[in-house]
């Protein structure tokens, strides 16, 4: 049945992007205790042991730090751990491997005029809260991102000087204390790029090369030390953003494309396609922090348009997260663009409902499961089509441009 405007206004009234009309039980997001650190950006964060570790960065006063502070999703607070040797640093990447956390290199300064880049890398135990210092990264790097798969760390790209970047990634191996060359991103020269693991693969992209902001998304497979390029991103360029992995999704959170952005998207990797999902919950924002804890993702710190942020926000999901390959529904939208009338080609028995969703996550069209339907009301623009069960999960999303 087409969605009226009486329909409309009250699905209006719940902004949260994939949400069931009686109550919103996923997707969405929930404020939580703020960084005990105070306001800070180009953090680190890693997690071990069912805790998040946050820390160094830049505070309010242009200082480096190099404090660590723990997060219990549990008791919703923060607490005050070993600070990390070295010197103070912003910029530096982090992993977790075997229940301990890895961070190492970054710059010592606030401004790149005033400082160096540092190689230096350590080892976090959370039982001891002690550190341990390991071999060096093969050279100075800052602005990298980095992951870990099968107990191994990854660090990918970063810059190594003025006007200088690196395409490289390496390997540690924390029981060998070894850093070992792999496949370089086949991207190119890239700088504030992210990351996320989805099983055993890791997804790889965004950031800036020499001159540009970028949308592209590459899968790294270490058991082949193979790139594969992946869809980009459908949304804007953007660098110094914020992910974490819930279930068989990836998820990327704002950032920056020369101003602040506040949009979340999910990748699922058995499509290779990307939904937008529920706003921020905060302010626009890049260079925060991003992780994942008892299934639901964390978002906080940061610099928006009014300065640094200690705020952080809790992500709660929709039940998709967890479907595999088999349980996507497959289907067609035609045509596509389309102006007053579409029509749905599938082959699965099990869509019931269709929701139609604007770029903001908002729900804005919603219909039972039928051939055709009409988009009269729609305005011209880009939207998600999403395909659900009869209990609300959804089963497959499709790109829909309206002329």
């Known amino acids: 049945m087409q969605a009226t405007m009486k329909n409309f206004l009250l699905l209006a ?24 650190g105070l306001k800070r950006e180009r953090a680190i964060s890693f997690t071990a042991l069912g805790l998040a570790f946050v820390g160094t960065g830049v505070d309010t006063a242009e200082t480096v730090k190099n404090d660590l502070w723990s997060y219990d999703p549990i008791a919703d607070s ?19 491997a075997n229940d301990k956390g890895y961070v190492g290199t970054g710059y010592s300064q ?44 990854y660090v990918c790209g970063g810059k190594i000087g003025p ?60 058991s082949l030390d193979q790139w594969i390029q992946k869809a980009d991103l459908p949304a804007s360029e953007r660098a110094n953003t914020h992910t974490f992995t819930l279930g068989s999704r ?35 924002r890049k260079g925060g922090v991003g992780f994942a804890l008892n299934g639901r993702g964390y978002v906080g710190t940061g610099k928006g348009f009014d300065g640094k942020k200690d705020s952080f926000y809790e992500y709660t999901p929709g039940a998709w997260v967890g479907m595999e390959e088999n349980e996507i529904a497959q289907f067609e939208i035609y045509p596509n ?39 009269q009301e729609l305005e011209t623009g880009l939207y998600f089509l999403l395909a659900k069960n009869a209990k609300g999960e959804i089963l497959g999303n499709e790109k829909l441009i309206v002329r």
């Open 250 to 284: 990836g998820f990327v959170c704002m950032g920056t494309n020369g101003g602040y952005l506040d949009d979340l998207w999910e990748y699922n990797p058995f499509s290779n396609a990307w939904s937008v999902r529920a706003t921020y919950g905060g302010s626009k």
């Open 110 to 153: 606030a401004e790149s005029i005033l400082g160096v880049e540092l190689s230096d890398f350590w080892e976090y135990t959370p039982t001891t809260n002690t550190w341990t210092q390991k071999t060096s990264y093969p050279f100075p790097i800052y602005f990298s991102t980095a992951f870990s798969i099968n107990g191994k760390g």
């Open 337 to 375: 663009p389309a102006q007053n009338t579409i029509h749905l080609n599938t082959t699965s028995t099990s869509i019931q409902r269709v929701e139609i969703c604007n770029m903001q996550g908002e729900i804005v069209y919603t219909s039972e499961m039928a051939a055709s339907l009409n988009i």
């Open 78 to 96: 923060w607490t005050q751990k070993a600070n990390m040797p070295g010197v103070p640093r912003r910029n530096a990447f982090a992993f977790s």
């Open 163 to 222: 006007s200088s970047y690196t395409p490289s990634m390496y390997e540690y191996n924390p029981v060998t204390d070894t850093w070992t060359p792999r496949a370089s991103f086949p991207g190119g020269v890239r700088y504030q790029l992210c990351s996320f693991v989805i099983d055993n693969s890791a997804y790889v992209g965004l950031g800036t090369d020499e001159d540009l902001y970028r949308n592209d998304f590459w899968e790294y497979k270490p």
């Open 13 to 36: 009234c719940v902004v949260l992007f994939g949400l069931n009309s009686d109550a919103q039980t996923e997707n969405y997001w929930t404020q939580k205790s703020n960084f005990g």
